[in-house]
């Protein structure tokens, strides 16, 4: 099972259209009992120095697969200056809740050693595919792994 967490949204007008929050927590999505019931939700580990590249290609993945039941989770393990990594946010116009583990609590819960790091997880809150996909690969990956998923949950 994926461990629980919930983490300030640094995007609160994303997080509010996903869970009517200013903050998202795993339970609202995925589990036993969730109120916002998912498919799949990616969570997706960063520090914003690595770049948009992962982002831009969330962005895209949020918008083919939202109408499925997947959900969209960025957690930035970014020092704990909140307001830069809301400005940060801001300025790309992201539509997916960006969550700020800024003591890397539930980085460091997940084994989370090296940046980025995806992990998908299922509409049971279980941890059903974790990767670190190089840049040119993400995206399509990604995308395979929740065609699989959905595909399964399906039958």
Do not use: C
């Amino acid at each position: 099972p994926a461990l629980v967490f919930e983490l300030p949204a640094a995007n609160p007008r994303a997080a509010t259209a996903l869970v009517q929050r200013d903050s998202v927590a795993l339970t609202a999505l995925t589990g036993p009992m969730p109120t916002h019931p998912h498919k799949a939700v990616v969570v997706h580990f960063f520090r914003t120095q690595d770049g948009d590249g992962a982002i831009a290609a969330l962005e895209r993945i949020r918008r083919r697969f939202h109408d499925k039941g997947v959900a969209v989770l960025a957690i930035s393990v970014d020092p704990p200056d909140f307001s830069a990594l809301s400005s940060w946010a801001a300025t790309r116009s992201i539509r997916f809740p960006v969550l700020h583990d800024a003591h890397r609590i539930v980085s460091s819960r997940y084994g989370v050693k090296t940046f980025p790091l995806t992990m998908v997880i299922d509409g049971d809150g279980r941890l059903f595919a974790v990767g670190q996909p190089t840049p040119e690969e993400f995206e399509q990956e990604l995308g395979a792994e929740l065609e699989g998923l959905l595909a399964q949950s399906s039958d």
